[in-house]
């Protein structure tokens, strides 16, 4: 139901723009995040959208780089992602909770989409 796209290799200080694209039912109502993972570490929030999209939240380490949207029209959340960093490297997921508001741990989603890999060079 969910679908993320976008990932790959870029070199440090370039951007990706990810994209989560909704299947099968739509996320009206839904808030949506965007959690990333390393090998050995937890999920971890990067970051995450209110229904409508009035309001946002973002992880420290990404603030001022990274910008989460919506589009409802499309069913899509997208992650642009600036002056990428090698720490910016890991499996990046999207997900869907039952609530419009944003969460920021990983048991509060409900749906969560496959993940695509972005790798930052140094």
């Known amino acids: 139901q969910l679908q993320a796209s976008g990932g790959g290799l870029v070199q440090a200080g370039g951007s990706l723009r990810l994209s989560c694209a909704t299947s099968?039912?739509?996320?009206?109502?839904?808030?949506m995040g965007w959690f990333r993972q390393v090998p050995g570490k937890e999920r971890a929030i990067v970051a995450a959208?209110?229904?409508?999209?009035?309001?946002?939240y973002y992880a420290n380490s990404v603030k001022g780089r990274f910008t989460i949207s919506r589009n409802n029209v499309k069913n899509t959340v997208d992650l642009q992602m600036n002056s990428l960093e090698p720490e910016d490297t890991a499996v990046y997921y999207c997900?869907?909770?039952?609530?419009?508001?944003?969460?920021?741990?990983?048991?509060?989603?409900?749906?969560w989409g496959q993940g695509t890999k972005v790798t930052v060079s140094s």
């Open positions: 997900a869907a909770r039952r609530n419009s508001v944003p969460a920021m741990s990983r048991s509060e989603y409900d749906y």
């Open positions: 099968g039912r739509t996320f009206n109502n839904n808030a």
């Open positions: 959208i209110s229904w409508p999209g009035r309001a946002t």
